[in-house]
């Protein structure tokens, strides 16, 4: 991977931009093999978990009220799963704080739709991931008419209202579109069906939603359009190469946490002190 300071820049969505021309089997920033791909990656990966502690250490010994949003959004099979498993999965879970967001409970639907998303935000010191998100209201919910256009238009506002106030409380928000090609979802769905330890992953209702593809394009680009902030961007991660979308999540990580400037937080006592002290016992 190039300078980790480039990938966000790289795959940053600007407004202009758009789904219809996202190459989902390119690798932005990373010209090697998937070879070259995994040694990448258990470094990054490495570098990531060093950076989780230090944002947790902070948290716990200096009181740092800051905290990482993950969001991620993706068609089914995308490769959410393989993110949180192999991206997050490289950090302290003590740290990390994970939800995923399903079809809304009854319980759910009797509240704003915000309401399980603040519920779920990352405490202090963490870092959370949500497995879908907010995000859902105005993508499914808008592609199948859950609600009338009435209700989701005003949302992408109250969306960008709401994470600049996560943002000013002192979260980083991640956001990343993962863009898998409807040729290699079913390339993936296929080896789901294949594979008896898969057949848990399937759902049959992931083929009534190829047909809505297009239906679906539209509405991500009007999230991506009008929900890439200066505050909260996306980030459009294209995953046919899962090996490469794991890897960009992991430098977008990197980088948000880089940005955080921490260092180990000094001892609050005196060590030499405390050494003679131990030693005596
Ligand atoms: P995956 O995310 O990998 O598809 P899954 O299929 O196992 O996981 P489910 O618990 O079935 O997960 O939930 C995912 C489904 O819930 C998706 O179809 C998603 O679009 C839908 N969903 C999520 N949020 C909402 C919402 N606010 N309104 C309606 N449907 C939603
Ligand atoms: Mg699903």
Same mark, same amino acid.
């Given at each position: 991977?190039?300078?980790?300071?480039?990938?966000s820049?790289l795959?940053?969505?600007?407004?202009g931009?758009?789904?219809?021309?996202?190459?989902p089997?390119?690798?932005p920033?990373?010209?090697?093999?998937?070879?070259?791909?995994?040694?990448?990656?258990s470094?990054?990966?490495?570098?990531?978990?060093e950076?989780?502690e230090?944002?947790?250490?902070?948290h716990?010994?200096?009181?740092?009220?800051?905290?990482?949003?993950?969001?991620l959004?993706?068609?089914?099979a995308?490769?959410k799963?393989?993110?949180?498993?192999?991206v997050?999965?490289?950090v302290?879970?003590?740290?990390?704080r994970?939800t995923?967001?399903?079809?809304?409970?009854?319980?759910?639907l009797?509240? =704003?739709?915000?309401?399980?998303?603040?519920k779920?935000? *990352?405490?202090?010191?963490? %870092?959370?991931? &949500?497995? +879908?998100?907010?995000?859902?209201?105005?993508?499914?919910?808008r592609? =199948?008419?859950l609600?009338?256009?009435?209700?989701?238009? *005003?949302r992408?506002?109250? %969306?960008n209202? &709401?994470? +600049?106030?996560?943002?000013?409380?002192?979260?980083?928000?991640?956001?990343?579109?993962?863009?898998?090609?409807?040729?290699?979802?079913?390339?993936?769905?296929l080896?789901?069906?294949?594979?008896?330890t898969k057949?848990w992953k399937?759902?049959p209702g992931?083929v009534?939603?190829?047909?809505?593809?297009?239906?679906?394009?539209?509405?991500y680009q009007?999230?991506?359009?009008r929900?890439?902030?200066?505050?909260?961007?996306?980030h459009?991660?294209?995953?046919?190469?899962?090996?490469?979308?794991?890897?960009?999540v992991t430098?977008?990580?990197?980088?948000a946490?880089?940005?955080?400037?921490?260092?180990?937080?000094?001892?609050?006592f005196?060590?030499e002190?405390?050494?003679?002290r131990?030693?005596?016992?």
């Amino acid at each position: 991977m190039s300078s980790s300071n480039e990938i966000s820049r790289l795959l940053r969505f600007n407004p202009g931009d758009k789904v219809v021309d996202v190459d989902p089997r390119a690798t932005p920033g990373f010209d090697g093999k998937k070879a070259d791909g995994a040694e990448v990656q258990s470094e990054r990966s490495a570098r990531l978990a060093e950076l989780q502690e230090l944002l947790y250490a902070n948290h716990k010994a200096r009181g740092d009220h800051r905290s990482i949003l993950l969001v991620l959004q993706g068609m089914d099979a995308a490769g959410k799963g393989g993110i949180v498993k192999h991206v997050v999965g490289a950090v302290n879970p003590m740290g990390v704080r994970y939800t995923a967001f399903g079809k809304p409970t009854e319980e759910e639907l009797a509240h =704003h739709y915000l309401w399980r998303i603040r519920k779920a935000l *990352p405490p202090t010191g963490h %870092i959370g991931v &949500f497995d +879908r998100s907010h995000y859902e209201d105005v993508l499914i919910v808008r592609v =199948h008419n859950l609600v009338p256009p009435d209700v989701w238009e *005003p949302r992408y506002d109250e %969306i960008n209202a &709401f994470e +600049r106030e996560l943002v000013a409380g002192g979260t980083t928000v991640v956001k990343v579109a993962m863009f898998i090609s409807l040729d290699e979802q079913k390339q993936q769905l296929l080896e789901r069906l294949d594979d008896p330890t898969k057949h848990w992953k399937y759902n049959p209702g992931d083929v009534d939603e190829r047909k809505l593809w297009p239906k679906y394009q539209e509405a991500y680009q009007a999230m991506l359009d009008r929900t890439s902030t200066e505050y909260a961007p996306w980030h459009v991660v294209p995953c046919d190469r899962r090996w490469y979308s794991r890897l960009a999540v992991t430098e977008l990580l990197i980088e948000a946490l880089e940005r955080l400037d921490l260092s180990w937080p000094p001892a609050d006592f005196d060590i030499e002190a405390e050494r003679r002290r131990l030693l005596e016992t």
